[in-house]
């Protein structure tokens, strides 16, 4: 069985994200696309439709100044508006098509275009087929005399190895003659005849698409089936931390420094928050292969004019949040763009606003006032310098990371807020108390939760360019294990990927040198 992608229109290659042979799940993305006339008609659309409302709404002024009344259902304008908001529709579902993801688990066969190329309209642009083999076609010669009827079971042995023999039903038996493939002819070049059959299979054999079989009456007695070790990922690979590459066009418009990701499983990407963005402080987050290849557009943050020092993102099912480090300026002074805690709604590639929160002043209010015996020592602490670089939210708690002030022993604090979207939050609980010291002493710059499993990201308290990646259970949090020691670089951000059990490890290096690292982890199932 196989898919074979193709679109009724012409489009370019954006982005190829697997390659020939490559084993793939439904649901994994595959290409990325562009379609010109469809951006350049979405354009016109939203310009036509923008000039029509403004039309529309001066003349409803005029009429309702001079007293005139019309039909609002059978206006012109409200009718042609309505005809181009539809057109509009259509050709935005047309556009998210563009994203092209796979609907069967199975292993690619070919990819018949390169990034940057045009395909004409119905040109195969990839070929997927299932894993294994689930038919095999065969051919009973013209001479052979055979009694076999629909139904029938029978033994498929590989004539390559003649040990991977699996079980097979007949499905289909022809009743002509035809002529058969030239790889089964005697003699190269000479053209044999038979009828066909059609042998359905288990999925889960070992042998071959396209491989040779020789089909048999199921009492012949056969080799054993053997089964074929396959490789295994090895688990312990480290690499170094790479550069992300970020379009040409995208520096010119951004400063691109890394501090915070989720990956989005659907998407097979990552969404990744900057510290800085741009001279306006625009809101953006950004687009991440898992490669790390940035995307050439930033996704504009809804309902947000300006956010600064974003330093931490976080999911919980399709709600998203992002929150500013709530560190003051290098003036002294604490500015509500610093201290914003923003909640999203995802459908796709659409974001909804939901809510902004002041968080850096809930939180101040809390520490100051909180009766814990722990959190009393922030009393004395100048908490204009409070600093917050992680977060995560579970079941309407935010859960914060305070990077500094540490405590007065050295030790940093992950605390939890109850009652996230009520007006009055709960009062803050004590979830961590640890000191981090490898080489120097460290402070808390992300972390992530999965299952009972949490993964902490550190950066060295004296600023130097060093940090370490920790795991811990929740039950034995005061004593996390090291996962890396990092000499050189600053680990900001963690995100888990879960298809592919691996850690996504983000490096803001500062002056647009962000970075990236991949750690194969194998991840506590969610609860």
């Not at 195969?124 to 894993?131: A, D, M, N």
């Not at 396959?230 to 931390?241: A, L, Q």
Request: neutral net charge; charged residues 25%.
């Amino acid at each position: 069985r196989e898919s074979n992608i193709n679109f009724e229109y012409p489009v370019e290659v954006k982005r190829v994200h697997v390659i020939t042979g490559q084993k793939v799940k439904k649901g994994d993305l595959l290409l990325e696309l562009n379609q010109f006339d469809i951006d350049t008609r979405i354009r016109q659309l939203n310009a036509s439709i923008t000039k029509l409302q403004a039309e529309k709404s001066v003349r409803d002024q005029l009429n309702t100044a001079i007293g005139n009344q019309y039909e609002t259902k059978a206006d012109p304008l409200t009718l042609e508006i309505k005809d181009l908001q539809l057109e509009l529709s259509y050709l935005e579902k047309q556009r998210k098509n563009l994203l092209v993801f796979s609907e069967i688990d199975g292993i690619v066969g070919s990819v018949n275009f390169k990034r940057g190329e045009k395909a004409p309209n119905f040109s195969s642009l990839i070929t997927i087929s299932s894993e294994s083999p689930t038919f095999v076609q065969g051919f009973v010669h013209e001479k052979m005399h055979s009694n076999i009827k629909t139904g029938a079971l029978v033994n498929v042995e590989s004539l390559a190895t003649g040990e991977a023999t699996s079980y097979g039903k007949v499905v289909s038996v022809g009743s002509r003659i035809v002529a058969m493939p030239d790889r089964l002819a005697n003699n190269l070049g000479q053209i044999s005849y038979g009828r066909e059959i059609i042998v359905e299979i288990p999925s889960n054999t070992q042998l071959l698409l396209g491989e040779k079989v020789q089909i048999s009456p199921r009492s012949r007695i056969l080799s054993a089936f053997v089964a074929m070790a396959s490789s295994k990922e090895n688990k312990n690979s480290i690499e170094e931390p790479q550069l992300f590459t970020v379009p040409a066009a995208l520096s010119e418009r951004s400063s691109f420094e890394s501090s915070g990701a989720i990956y989005l499983a659907d998407l097979n990407k990552y969404l990744i928050v900057s510290d800085d963005t741009d001279n306006l402080d625009t809101p953006w987050m950004f687009y991440s292969s898992p490669e790390g290849e940035i995307d050439d557009e930033p996704v504009q943050i809804p309902g947000v004019k300006e956010i600064i020092d974003m330093e931490s993102i976080s999911s919980d099912g399709n709600y998203i949040y992002v929150m500013s480090s709530l560190k003051s300026s290098k003036k002294g002074k604490s500015k509500t763009e610093r201290n914003l805690l923003v909640q999203l709604e995802r459908k796709g590639f659409d974001f909804q606003h939901i809510k902004t929160i002041n968080i850096g002043k809930i939180l101040r209010e809390k520490l100051s006032t909180s009766n814990n015996e722990i959190l009393k020592s922030f009393r004395n602490q100048d908490l204009n310098n409070l600093e917050v670089e992680g977060h995560a939210v579970k079941n309407n708690t935010l859960y914060i990371a305070i990077k500094s002030p540490l405590t007065s022993e050295g030790r940093s604090l992950i605390v939890a807020l109850p009652k996230l979207n009520s007006d009055m939050p709960g009062d803050l609980n004590v979830i961590a108390n640890v000191a981090f010291n490898h080489k120097k002493e460290q402070q808390i710059s992300d972390f992530v939760f999965s299952g009972e499993q949490i993964f902490i990201a550190t950066t060295c308290v004296d600023g130097s360019k060093c940090g370490a990646l920790w795991e811990a259970k929740e039950k034995t949090l005061p004593t996390p294990s090291l996962i890396r020691y990092f000499d050189s670089d600053r680990p900001e951000g963690i995100a888990l990927n879960r298809e592919k059990q691996n850690l996504f490890i983000t490096f803001d290096g500062g002056d647009k040198k962000s970075k990236f690292l991949r750690i194969p982890k194998t991840l506590d199932p969610i609860k």
